[in-house]
């Protein structure tokens, strides 16, 4: 195992969209008793697919895999991707602060027919570099035909996957993409220097997608497209066309909408949001609340001075 940074790929190249341009992190709807609304996650992941998302990640922290049981993760994989039929690439969440348990949750996503798996860095327990190294080779080489988006958001696990570690996981042919929510643009610009056009780093943060595909970025995985889909859609496209002026009016008018979602832990805004545009997912599972009446106003607002593409 090397310690040195590799670099691969062409300084300037565009890094090809493994998983489309606009992936959304979608919620898990729950019916009123808690359980799982599988029928409602079937016609919301059909939505999506019709309304701007060329991918869904299910099971993610959006998606409340904390508090979502294995069994309950492999039954929505299922139900999505049979909802979505070929129409999006489809990844889970398989990430996990036990190195054993990523293994075979990403084992069994990739025997459940998922595109990808979505693997975010080891919460809670801070492993040096060289723990993130080991346990990112343990889980690629666990499913080695998966392709792997790594995932860090150092905002919620407490450790953050450095560029150069990143790089000496190059050498695995399924770790393709990067989802970058450290809040900052200079991390795609570092995972560019050390990994070069190979890797497709996606916006991890709604609010930063414009910058950071102008440093780089293929794309976003999203909150804000469950209900701007084509908004962020035309956005990403404005911006990959060249048409900077169009791409910049869209990011302006979908800002406060991307800050409104994250005003109080994610996923309470975005539920709160469907819940107001018709979409009844249900309340987050606890230690997690519904919005109280200060968010849903203010979603109210924001929804209201949405304009349609």
Not at 31 to 39: H, I, K, R, V
Request: hydrophobic share 45%; net charge negative.
């Amino acid at each position: 195992m090397s310690g040195s940074t590799v670099s691969v790929g062409q300084p300037g190249a565009i890094s090809p969209a493994p998983f489309g341009r606009v992936i959304t992190a979608m919620v898990t709807p729950f019916a009123a008793d808690g359980s799982l609304d599988l029928p409602l996650a079937e016609r919301l992941a059909d939505h999506l697919v019709r309304n701007g998302s060329d991918g869904l990640v299910v099971c993610g922290t959006t998606g409340e895999s904390p508090t979502l049981r294995w069994e309950e993760q492999h039954e929505l994989l299922t139900a999505v991707r049979s909802a979505v039929s070929g129409r999006a690439r489809v990844l889970a969440g398989t990430g996990s602060n036990c190195t054993v348990e990523a293994e075979e949750a990403t084992r069994q996503a990739a025997r459940l027919g998922a595109d990808g798996a979505l693997v975010v860095v080891p919460y809670y327990n801070k492993p040096p570099q060289s723990g993130l190294e080991a346990h990112f080779r343990a889980v690629a080489m666990a499913a080695p035909d998966l392709p792997l988006m790594l995932y860090n958001i150092p905002g919620r696990t407490g450790c953050s996957l450095a560029p150069e570690t990143t790089a000496r996981l190059m050498d695995l042919e399924n770790v393709v993409s990067f989802k970058a929510a450290s809040g900052t643009t200079e991390e795609v610009g570092q995972l560019r220097a050390c990994c070069g056009s190979r890797l497709a780093v996606y916006s991890g943060d709604d609010a930063l997608t414009l910058p950071m595909l102008a440093v780089g970025a293929v794309g976003v995985v999203s909150v804000a497209s469950h209900v701007a889909g084509p908004q962020i859609q035309a956005m990403v496209a404005a911006a990959l066309a060249g048409r900077g002026q169009d791409a910049l009016a869209l990011h302006e008018q979908l800002l406060p909408l991307c800050r409104a979602l994250f005003c109080t832990t994610n996923p309470i805004p975005v539920k709160a949001a469907l819940e107001l545009t018709g979409w009844p997912v249900g309340a987050p599972r606890l230690p997690l609340l519904s919005a109280d009446d200060t968010v849903r106003d203010h979603l109210i607002s924001v929804l209201a001075a949405l304009r349609p593409t």
